[in-house]
């Protein structure tokens, strides 16, 4: 069993940037973020490899936002610039063995941070 715990969301302008940090109990493959924002799905957001070596972005973040790994802390981080009003949402940890943009591919789960940009 993995414990995640997310921290680092909360309220921002447009245009401004937060960094969202997941740590881990201990060492898995894969780590990912996604999100879902009120009435809508849960949506893939970026996704790292350990290495960090194989990193894979939502289209809607591409260029915008970064994910990074620290190995020695079991902690994946999520930066996050030039928000727009449309991230909005609470974002989620994942990790798992597998890896990639799908839901199923993760086996443990954070409890959510919420982000929230104003226009």
């Known amino acids: 069993q993995v414990q995640l715990v997310e921290s680092g969301g909360g309220l921002v302008q447009a245009g401004g940037s937060l960094r969202l940090s997941c740590a881990a109990s201990r060492r898995t493959y894969a780590m990912a973020w996604f999100r879902q924002a009120p009435g809508k799905e849960r949506e893939f957001v970026a996704a790292s490899s350990w290495s960090g070596r194989n990193l894979d972005y939502a289209d809607s973040v591409k260029g915008r936002f970064s994910i990074s790994r620290d190995n020695v802390e079991n902690t994946a981080y999520l930066r996050m610039n030039s928000l727009k009003p449309e991230d909005t949402a609470t974002y989620y940890c994942?990790?798992?063995?597998?890896?990639?943009?799908?839901?199923?591919?993760?086996?443990?789960w954070g409890q959510g941070t919420q982000v929230t940009v104003s226009s």
């Open positions: 994942a990790a798992g063995q597998r890896g990639g943009q799908t839901e199923r591919s993760y086996d443990y």
